[in-house]
Nanobody, 121 residues
Framework: QVQLVESGGGLVQAGGSLRLSCAASRSIVSFYAMGWYRQAPGKQRELVAQITKVGSTNYADSVKGRFTISRGSAKNTVYLQMNSLKPEDTAVYYC???????????????WGQGTQVTVSA
């Protein structure tokens, strides 16, 4: 297993920026994918952004052009740069690491504890 710790959340005004960080307890280079999810009160957890081990990325339509996911130069970090934040981006943001055994195997999901992002109007 791997422990994932998020940081960087906080309160920001609409239009502002935040950068979330996810630090893993061991290397995540071999992970099938790393992702950021979010969950707003009363809503289901949803995928925000994902980056695969070969560097492919995908984003929720609601954040395309505003958010960027990237891997850090260290082999155990992932970031989410969030620009032009909107009040509807308010949620708890979770780091996810999919450590499946092979590319065709079912996902093995590892989750962090989450970090709160609040965007005021």
């Amino acid at each position: 297993q791997v422990q994932l710790v998020e940081s960087g959340g906080g309160l920001v005004q609409a239009g502002g920026s935040l950068r979330l960080s996810c630090a893993a307890s061991r290397s995540i280079v071999s992970f099938y994918a790393m992702g950021w999810y979010r969950q707003a009160p009363g809503k289901q957890r949803e995928l925000v952004a994902q980056i695969t081990k070969v560097g492919s990325t995908n984003y929720a339509d609601s954040v395309k052009g505003r958010f960027t996911i990237s891997r850090g130069s260290a082999k155990n970090t992932v970031y989410l740069q969030m620009n032009s934040l909107k009040p509807e981006d308010t949620a708890v943001y979770y780091c996810n690491g999919d450590d499946r055994i092979t590319d065709w195997a079912p996902p093995i999901n590892n989750w962090g504890q989450g970090t709160q992002v609040t965007v005021s109007a």
